[in-house]
């Protein structure tokens, strides 16, 4: 077993516990570690198209809980985003999360 493999399995066993002090990483190690391991399971196969896919497995939970901060408000999660309004609004129907 390499390195990167006992780390990932050490960061898995962690991140199922809920604890917050138990696990306090960055959203960049978690992506990482998250990554490391995705390729570990790999095996022989040959990875595609990951950068959108983490792409979707990110915007979507991204958008959803923003979208619970502001109550709903499309004008205040696309401020707080950085985003147009219409792209906003786009992006919610392509996840499901436009409520209509």
């Known amino acids: 077993?390499?390195?990167?493999?006992?780390?990932?399995?050490?960061?898995?066993?962690?991140m199922t516990d809920n604890s917050a002090?138990?696990?306090?990483?960055?959203?960049?190690?978690?992506?990482k570690h998250t990554l490391i391991t995705y390729f570990n399971q790999l095996e022989n196969s040959e990875p595609n198209d990951i950068y959108n896919?983490?792409?979707?497995?990110?915007?979507?939970?991204?958008?959803?809980?923003?979208?619970?901060q502001v109550d709903g408000?499309?004008?205040?999660a696309a401020a707080c985003l950085g985003l147009n309004r219409g792209t906003l609004r786009k992006k919610l129907r392509l996840y499901g999360l436009d409520n209509s």
Request: proline fraction near 2%.
């Open 53 to 68: 896919m983490v792409l979707k497995q990110v915007e979507a939970p991204l958008l959803e809980v923003v979208m619970q």
């Open 21 to 31: 002090d138990t696990y306090s990483a960055t959203l960049t190690d978690t992506v």
């Open 73 to 76: 408000n499309q004008t205040k």
């Open 1 to 14: 077993m390499n390195l990167q493999t006992t780390e990932s399995i050490q960061t898995s066993a962690l």
